[in-house]
């Protein structure tokens, strides 16, 4: 079995809270292609990027945000 982080719950918070992929970049500094892969599943952001994108978060929203609302972590079976 093997755990893979999901960012879906980041893209629906950004969906909700109306904030743009293109605002959260230049907020936290992390690329927008980065971050576009990240989301799309094509890559995996490293615990810094997450805490930058965490950090731009709670800045743009004006609230505390946990992880939980930015990552889910699926378990895959290997078969």
């Given amino acids: 079995m093997s755990c893979r982080p999901n960012l879906s719950p980041l893209l629906n918070l950004l969906r909700r809270e109306r904030v743009s992929l293109y605002r959260l970049s230049a907020a936290s500094g992390v690329n927008y292609a980065g971050l576009h892969r990240a989301t799309k599943g094509k890559s995996i ?12 978060l709670e800045e743009i929203l004006g609230r505390s945000v946990s992880l939980d609302e930015l990552v889910e972590v699926r378990r895959e079976r290997q078969d």
């Fill in 45 to 56: 952001p490293d615990l810094h990027t997450l805490a930058r994108i965490k950090c731009a």
